[in-house]
């Protein structure tokens, strides 16, 4: 049985993969969203489930003030079987200012994969996407770009390795530089280090997380090399040419494009080996809206089927290098998880999985013992804020979705509003919302969009509304996105305009990079941070798979 790629639509960027036994994990980055890290689970390669998160507690991870596409990045999932025991080693990104790149790397280890996880332990801040492997004589290695930050050095850097002492919980010396890439594609990045029959593998990203990406390999008898670059490289790419690329420093590269390629972006992977011989590749890529290549969904992940050749290097099984959008599937016995409820009653006494917040713990704000059967929100600051904003959202995994929620709210001044939001990020979003109007002389509906910052109230279609409990609707079909209302939930009002669904996106945001949309509720309270907005259920639907 195929399968078809992306396995996790939506925004999961920068997997890592690992196995314990019979079970296989990929950890994903969250930038600033809340809980960090999801790792998802699978048996059959095929079918995947949210798990777990690994930051869960915000007094460890404060998040709040950094900027979109901060926070964290890249997480390392491994797991060493002598000491049965899980490591994941995490960048929390804190700026990018004049390009310090200014990040801080810590470890934190767990017997059960769902924890709990031990206080993080810091390593250093040379440069993100650091990794560790455990050796076979009981040695960690911690990898990671050494970014470069000096004029006149060929930048972004080159991969350095460190030792890590685990009795003393802190690396060993200064790290050291070992490889500046496979290739001349440039913006080398997300070394992962393993081993295989007494050889080394460094396996790498090149040519920067867009539209020139990759991924490339090199081998060494010994973790400081030398180390030769597979003479194949890239491995796996949607770009096949190469080029050298090493003065140009932008992530992006537009103008590598492939028409031809249903999977754009690809790169930046990991690796597992099966014990039924089977070696399976995950690694990050994107579906732009076209001609202006805009990735509302942000990156996703895919996951290629590969080989090993009888000179030791990995391949696809497929053959070439391009990134496959259907894979020959696993010969591991079929699994299927169970899957998510497209509705949410909120009938539980815990927040569903798949919600995340900006920056804070959903929990901070949600309430849902307070009216049994209904999730109360406290509003808190503008949702343009940085700091601490209540949006309780999901990832949109599919630009063909809909979303409704049922909502009772009160407002009585008009500093309190609360509603359905379609968020990018805090200067990028759309939101109906219910909000006191003075014009009006009581409660009302309307639309705000922040456009890069710039705000848009859409008064002209604004509506009075009583104090009742009504219905909101989302509807994101391709490229248009439109808000719709009711008072009983079957006949229904348009409201505000169509909105260009590929503007919320990585390439069309001037002030984040890097993650994807979400759709949620939120609740906004700018006075005392006090006021609650009730909502009955939240239903998310995929229309068409696509």
Known sequence: MLIKNPILTGFHADPCICRKDDDYYIAVSSFEWFPGIPIYHSRDMKHWELYTHVLTDEKTCDLTRLPSAKGIWAPCLSYCKEEDL?????????????????????????????????????????????????????????????????????????????????????????????????????????????????????????GGTGYYHCVTMARAKDPFGPWEGDPKNPILTAVPENHNERADTDHLKPRYYNPDSYLQKCGHGSYVDCPNGETWLVHLCSRPFTPELRCTLGRETAIQKMRWTEDGWLRLASGGNMAQTYVEGSALPDWVPEALPETDDFNDDRLGIQYYAPRIDPKSFCDLTARPGWLRMRGQEARSSLNRVSILARKLQSVNAEVVTKMEFKPEIHQHSAGLILYYDNMNYACLRKYWSDTLGGPAISVVRL??????????????????????????????????WSADGERWEEIGPAFDTSEFSDEYSQFGEFTGCFVGMTCADHLQHRKCADFDFFTYRDLYGE
Request: proline share 4%; charged share 30%.
């Open 86 to 206: 899980f490591y994941v080693v995490y960048g929390v990104m804190n700026s990018m200012n004049a390009r310090y790149f200014d990040i801080n790397n810590y470890l934190i280890t767990a017997r059960d994969i769902r924890g709990p996880w031990s206080e993080p332990v810091y390593l250093h801040s040379a440069g993100f996407d650091a990794s560790l492997m455990h050796d076979d004589d009981g040695r960690k290695w911690l990898v990671s770009l050494d970014w470069e930050t000096r004029t006149d050095y060929e930048k972004p850097g080159q991969i350095c390795i460190v030792e890590y002492d685990p009795a003393a919980k802190a690396i060993k010396g200064y790290p050291r530089r070992i490889w500046r890439g496979g290739t001349d594609r440039g913006c080398l990045e997300a070394p992962h280090l393993t081993k295989r029959n007494g050889m080394y593998y460094l396996m790498c990203a090149e």
């Open 451 to 484: 456009d890069n910052g710039k705000k848009t109230e859409y008064s002209d279609s604004r509506r009075a509304v009583d104090d009742a409990a009504l219905y909101m609707k989302l509807r994101i079909k391709g490229r248009e996105s439109r808000f719709s």
